[in-house]
C-alpha cells in the first residue's frame, strides 16, 4: 500500500522526465521553463524546481528542490516535494525514439495528505493530471515545424528502476488529529514499471493514476489507528507535562 501512495512522486517524475526529454532535444536546453510551465499545466497547480542540471556527456540530469502546491482550499502550502531527483539515461538511446531512463532516484520526498470539506488534495491533483493526459492523447498530433521538437514529441518511454530513500507521509486528517502527524517510510525500490515497447509520458501516467489514489487513500485509512494512537500519546504526554508543571507550582506556593 505505501508504494502506491510513493508512486504519487513518480507520477509527477513521468511528466518531468517527458519534459526534460522536450528540454533536451531543444537548442536552449531550457529543462527547468519546461517542467515548471508544463507541469504546473499538468496539474493546475504551481510546480516549481530550484534548479536542474542537464549532463548530455553521462546522460544524466539532476533537479533540486521539486516542489508542487497544493490546489487551492487546502492549509498546507505543498502537496509534493523532493530536495533531489537524479534521472540517469541510456547514452546509447538518446537519439532514437525510444528513451530509456535506466534509474530514478528521489532523496527525502515529501507527500502530503490533507482532508478538508470532504475532499482532499491528492485527488484533485489526480483528476487535474488525468484529464490533462487524456486532453494529450486525443489531441490531434501537429508536426511542429522543428524536426527537433517533432522528435522529442514522438519520443517514448522505458523506466527500468526507481528508487525512493527515505520518504515522508504528512497527513492532515481533522477526522483523526487537529495538527498534522509525520510518518516516516522505509526506502522504496520498483522495477520496470511499464512496457517493453515503451510508452509516452502522458500514457503512462495515466496508467498509474488510475490504482495509485485508490490504494493511497486506503494506505491512509490503515493508518489511522497509529495516527491516533500516536495523537492519544500526545495527548498523555501533554497531560503529563502539565501536571508536573501544576505540582512544581503548588510545591513554590507552599514554601
Given at each position: 500500500m505505501l508504494k502506491k501512495i510513493i508512486l504519487g512522486f513518480i507520477i509527477f517524475l513521468i511528466f518531468i522526465m517527458g519534459f526534460t526529454v522536450y528540454g533536451i532535444y531543444q537548442l536552449d536546453s531550457l529543462v527547468k521553463q519546461a517542467?515548471?510551465?508544463?507541469?504546473?499545466?499538468?496539474?493546475?497547480?504551481?510546480?516549481?524546481?530550484?534548479?536542474?542540471?542537464?549532463?548530455?556527456?553521462?546522460?544524466?540530469?539532476s533537479i533540486r528542490d521539486l516542489q508542487v502546491a497544493n490546489p487551492d482550499g487546502f492549509t498546507q502550502a505543498q502537496a509534493l516535494q523532493a530536495k533531489q531527483v537524479e534521472i540517469l539515461l541510456d547514452k546509447d538511446k538518446l537519439g532514437t525514439d525510444l528513451i530509456v531512463v535506466r534509474s530514478v532516484l528521489v532523496t527525502k520526498p515529501m507527500i502530503v495528505y490533507e482532508y478538508q470539506n470532504k475532499k482532499d488534495n491528492l485527488s484533485i491533483l489526480q483528476k487535474n493530471a488525468e484529464a490533462y493526459a487524456q486532453r494529450i492523447q486525443k489531441e490531434?498530433?501537429?508536426?511542429?515545424?522543428?524536426?527537433?521538437?517533432?522528435?522529442?514529441?514522438?519520443?517514448?518511454?522505458?523506466?527500468?528502476?526507481?528508487?525512493i530513500q527515505k520518504?515522508?507521509?504528512?497527513?492532515?486528517?481533522?477526522?483523526?488529529?487537529?495538527?498534522?502527524?509525520?510518518?516516516?517510510?522505509?526506502?522504496?525500490?520498483?522495477?520496470?514499471?511499464?512496457s517493453e515497447k515503451g510508452v509516452s509520458a502522458a500514457e503512462l501516467s495515466a496508467q498509474l493514476m488510475e490504482s495509485l489514489f485508490t490504494e493511497s487513500r486506503r494506505?491512509?485509512?490503515?493508518?489511522?489507528?497509529t495516527v491516533l494512537f500516536e495523537a492519544g500519546e500526545k495527548l498523555k504526554e501533554a497531560e503529563s507535562q502539565i501536571k508536573s508543571q501544576g505540582d512544581k507550582l503548588l510545591q513554590e506556593l507552599k514554601s
Open positions: 517542467i515548471q510551465t508544463y507541469g504546473s499545466e499538468a496539474v493546475a497547480s504551481k510546480v516549481t524546481v530550484g534548479d536542474v542540471n542537464v549532463n548530455l556527456k553521462e546522460a544524466k540530469v490531434a498530433p501537429v508536426t511542429p515545424a522543428d524536426p527537433k521538437v517533432a522528435k522529442a514529441q514522438s519520443t517514448r518511454l522505458i523506466i527500468q528502476s526507481v528508487e520518504p515522508e507521509l504528512v497527513l492532515q486528517d481533522t477526522r483523526l488529529a487537529d495538527k498534522p502527524v509525520q510518518i516516516d517510510l522505509p526506502d522504496i525500490r520498483l522495477k520496470q514499471i511499464d494506505s491512509i485509512s490503515n493508518h489511522a489507528p
